[in-house]
Each structure stands twice: as C-alpha cells, then as structure tokens.
C-alpha cells in the first residue's frame, strides 16, 4: 500500500495534522468533516493564524461509489475543542492501493473500498 503522500490530490494536506470534526457513513458514501491541514504546496494555503502551526481548512474527505466498509475499534469518544466543537483527533495514516483506502486515527480503523476520494474546502 502506498502512504496518502504519494497521491498528488492528497500530498497537498497534512493528515497528521488535520482534525476529524465528524463521520458519516451512508449506503455508498463515506465523509469526513475536518480542519484540513494545508501544506505550503496548497494553492490556497496561507500563513497560520497566530495560535496555530498549520494553515487550517474546513473541508470534507469524501469517498463516492462506496462497496465495501469496514470500520474497527470506533470505542474512543470524541473530546470537545477549545470551541466545545467535537473532535475525533487526527488522521494517523491513509493508505492507499487502487481503489482500496485503510485510514487509522482516534477514531478506529476504517478500510474502504470506493471509485473515488475527493477533498473539497469549503467557503
């Protein structure tokens, strides 16, 4: 499998570094709501805000044409931010190998089989 790095469309965002806000799991879709992470390679990054390390995003992780999910020691609960916003943490990896993508965090283990993965920001 190859690290999230290794895909163009995702190399321009720190995972690591970018909080998940919440998951919805649908009959053929899967979502994550975060604070996207932007790497300096981002057309629209911009400096941090004063506070922050990175240059934050709100955005969504979303897998289309979704058959197959399997999501594994979803235990943990989610903490409240500074905001009282909940927070299922960070992404600690996403792997991919085709159309299969294996994604760890705080938040359990979820391995998804789907034609695509898009990432759009919001306004």
């Known amino acids: 499998m190859n ?9 321009v965002y ?3 570094e970018s909080y ?4 919805q799991a649908r009959p053929g879709s899967l979502a994550l709501e975060m604070d996207l992470a932007l790497n300096v390679d981002h057309p629209q ?3 941090a805000l004063p506070g922050e390390r990175h240059c ?20 943990t609960q989610p903490a409240k931010d ?8 960070t992404v600690d990896s996403l792997e991919v ?5 294996v994604m760890t965090g705080d938040f359990g283990r979820i391995s998804v089989t789907a034609s695509d993965l898009s990432i759009r920001l919001h306004d």
Do not use: M
Request: negative net charge; without cysteine; aromatic residues 12%.
């Open 3 to 11: 690290d999230y790095r290794e895909v163009s469309r995702l190399a």
């Open 14 to 16: 720190h995972l690591e």
């Open 20 to 23: 998940v806000l919440d998951i």
């Open 45 to 47: 990054h911009r400096p």
């Open 56 to 75: 934050y995003r709100r955005g969504t992780l979303q897998f289309s044409q979704v058959v197959d999910l399997h999501w594994v020691d979803q235990g």
């Open 82 to 89: 500074a905001t009282g916003e909940l927070d299922y943490g």
């Open 97 to 101: 190998e085709g159309n299969l993508y």
